[in-house]
């Protein structure tokens, strides 16, 4: 059983339609936090009179830093009727990415959780942010985020410039229904609802920017390929900041009148309890989620009983794994990337089992794929492999980087997405992997060049060189290889430290190789040769496992 298609097209009136039309169903679960969609409504309501209390207007950027949890969809929701744009920050995040991201995305206020594992927003935003202290609410005048007026803490005292989340939520009086109603109609289909950062060939990541209307549609086609309703569960762990998280799990279900079932973090033995209490029947994650969970002590089928569908990536061994070990028989192969609103093929779940395990699906609706030869960008014939390009549901461009969003579209508008692949004779796409040097693991993308640069940074480091590895569990595995400045040694738990100080746990190395300068292969016109350089650390390992 599917629904027809929303005809709201901005987040905000989605909200009130699907409150009108699954008023009592279940929205939002979250521990011991139930939400209706009626409920999300009324909480969404009185949070976006309080930020337009507090000055928040529409066209401003609205930094979020949070876990999943229902205070992330509130604020999104908020956010987005009152025409403002959410930043989605990584709960990863690091002090120097923090303020790196807020001070690119031009933010003008944001909204964090107190702290998460070992990553302490409040504190790092007030380190930042010295001035707080003698700001008033609305009025902080930071040296360091000039743009920067407002802090939200979703859990910490108000303090100086920083409004607590239930001391900010008394501000809705201040302002009428018909105002939040006025602001709300403004909004357009077309205006901007997300920011998402993603790592791309870049030193730096790169803010997506994606509109409200393809957000709603593309979503609605992702889940009527998984035959999704409103008797769906999703079991919640992929990170909402994220595009798998926010552009297409999110809307995919609730398009549907389905139910968010949120898991703060990913920790197996709760997940498996989750999806057992809750009777998950979506699982959205990948091999090395599905691996975690078959190795949790508390692991049955039982736990996973519900599981019907969901969506992953992989190769055909991974997948076949993760359908095994969730019994989800309809789990669906997908192809697509943050430009274009998470997918731009999804499988259906009635396809043969040969068909989502070898192939990315058919494009979904409104989406238009082709391959194209790598140097003179003409359309490849069906069956000849080359670069995927994508028009149609696609990203407008990336904020703040006009460069980088003019050199990531063809003459003709498809968006260029350095993936290999191949469009099959029954229009299916096929993908071939990655012509760029992005690094996949766990899921995520990493750029080597933003890594390089920290190590680079190194008092000790000469050169950096930074690849993926192919890794059972992760997919790939980084590893850095360095030239060491003359006299000096490594000491690689330093350097191990170092990095986790400036970059996300999931982007420091996990192993350092060192090289001279002497036995770095180089090309016939003297620079570092890396593809080479690779190819010579895959070799050697591949000899120390077979000597071992």
């Avoid at 690119?104 to 935003?125: A, D, M, Q, T, Y």
């Avoid at 309890?273 to 990948?286: H, N, S």
Wanted: hydrophobic share 40%; proline share 4%; net charge neutral.
């Amino acid at each position: 059983m599917t629904t027809n298609i929303p005809k709201s097209r901005t987040l905000g009136d989605l909200l009130d339609e699907l409150a009108k039309s699954y008023r009592d169903n279940e929205a939002v679960i979250w521990k011991d936090s139930r939400l209706t969609y009626s409920q999300l409504k009324e909480e969404v309501d009185i949070f976006a009179r309080s930020l337009l209390s507090l000055g928040i207007k529409r066209g401003e950027n609205v930094a979020l830093i949070a876990s999943n949890r229902p205070e992330w969809l509130i604020a999104m929701f908020a956010i987005a009727k009152i025409g403002a744009t959410t930043v989605a920050i990584s709960t990863f995040s690091t002090q120097r990415e923090l303020h790196w991201t807020l001070k690119h995305s031009r933010s003008s206020c944001v909204i964090s959780i107190s702290s998460l594992k070992n990553h302490n927003f409040i504190e790092n935003l007030q380190e930042i942010c010295p001035e707080y202290k003698d700001s008033k609410i609305g009025k902080l005048r930071s040296k360091a985020l000039p743009r920067l007026k407002n802090i939200i803490a979703i859990e910490e005292k108000s303090i100086g410039a920083i409004i607590n989340w239930h001391d900010l939520r008394k501000m809705a009086q201040m302002t009428k229904p018909e105002n939040l109603q006025d602001a709300q109609g403004k909004v357009k289909s077309g205006d901007t609802c997300f920011i998402l950062y993603t790592s791309g060939s870049t030193a730096e990541p790169k803010g997506v920017i994606l509109a409200h209307g393809n957000v709603i549609t593309n979503g609605y086609h992702i889940g009527e390929r998984q035959a999704l309703s409103d008797r769906d569960r999703l079991w919640f762990a992929v990170p909402l900041f994220w595009s798998f998280g926010s552009a297409n799990a999110l809307p995919a279900v609730i398009t549907h009148g389905g139910c968010l079932v949120l898991q703060e973090t990913f920790e197996p033995n709760e997940a498996l309890e989750i999806m057992a209490a809750e009777r998950c029947t979506v699982f959205y994650g990948m091999i090395n989620i599905a691996r975690a969970l078959l190795e949790a002590p508390s692991y049955s089928l039982d736990k996973v009983k519900y599981m019907r569908t969901g969506l992953t990536i992989g190769l055909p061994e991974d997948i076949e794994f993760i359908i095994r070990t969730l019994d989800a028989k309809e789990i669906c192969n997908v192809y697509g990337s943050t430009e274009t609103y998470g997918n731009a093929a999804v499988c259906h779940t009635t396809d043969p089992l040969e068909v989502r395990l070898n192939s990315q699906g058919l494009p979904l609706p409104g989406m238009k794929i082709r391959a194209v030869d790598i140097e003179t960008r003409t359309p490849l014939k069906k069956g000849v492999v080359g670069e995927l390009t994508v028009a149609g549901c696609v990203t407008p461009g990336y904020f703040g980087n006009i460069k980088q969003t003019q050199s990531s579209f063809d003459k003709e508008g498809y968006f260029l997405t350095g993936d290999l692949g191949f469009v099959g004779e029954d229009g299916r796409i096929y993908y071939r992997g990655r012509l760029k040097e992005m690094i996949k693991t766990g899921g995520i993308n990493v750029a080597p060049l933003e890594i390089e640069n920290i190590l680079m940074r190194y008092p000790k480091t000469k050169q950096a060189f930074v690849f993926g590895m192919p890794d059972a569990v992760k997919d790939e595995k980084i590893i850095a290889v360095l030239e060491i400045k003359d006299n000096f040694e490594l000491d690689a738990n330093a350097l191990k430290k170092y990095c986790r100080r400036e970059l996300a746990s999931y982007k420091v190395p996990e192993q350092f190789i060192l090289r001279t300068n002497e036995q770095l292969p180089r090309t016939s016109t003297g620079k570092i040769n890396k593809p080479e350089l690779k190819s010579q650390i895959i070799e050697e390992m591949k000899n120390h496992a077979a000597s071992n």
